[in-house]
């Protein structure tokens, strides 16, 4: 089995200039917890996670000087994105990617063909091909 038989193909992605709320408003409507991040060419430049945001985002345990809201509006993505992140390859088999995720600990890959984006692929898309597998 390959990794492009396990990833989801044309991921939703974000841009460098999109803020935080953005992304964060982004993940819950659409159920997701990766975000690529793109430029204006539509090259991968990074990552961004819902643990990022939630590492970013302000918290009311910081005192009441602090907006929240404004400051997830007025930062942007690029400040927090993991930048040049691995990535696999849709015909690299589906051990390379379950590797990744043990020994590194990574919650998903971008999938690249030929510089191009053509899919993302996590620990829950290879949790689903299991239990697709099973009788």
Do not use: C
């Not at 390959?2 to 460098?16: E, G, Y």
């Not at 088999?93 to 990574?106: C, G, I, M, S, T």
């Amino acid at each position: 089995m390959h990794v492009r038989d396990t990833m989801t193909k044309n991921p939703i992605t974000i841009t460098l200039s999109e803020s935080l709320q953005d992304a964060m408003e982004l993940m819950l409507r659409k159920h997701i917890r990766h975000l690529p991040v793109v430029d204006d060419q539509g090259l991968l430049v990074g990552i961004v996670t819902d643990r990022d945001l939630r590492r970013a985002a302000p918290s009311p345990l910081f005192g009441r000087g602090v907006n929240a809201e404004e400051a997830m509006v007025n930062a942007t993505v690029e400040r927090v994105m993991v930048r040049s992140p691995e990535t696999i390859g849709p015909n690299q088999p589906l051990r390379d990617a379950v590797h990744l995720f043990v020994e590194k600990k990574y919650g998903g890959l971008p999938v690249m063909d030929q510089g191009r984006l053509v899919g993302i692929i996590t620990p829950i898309d290879v949790m689903r091909q299991w239990l697709k597998s099973q009788p």
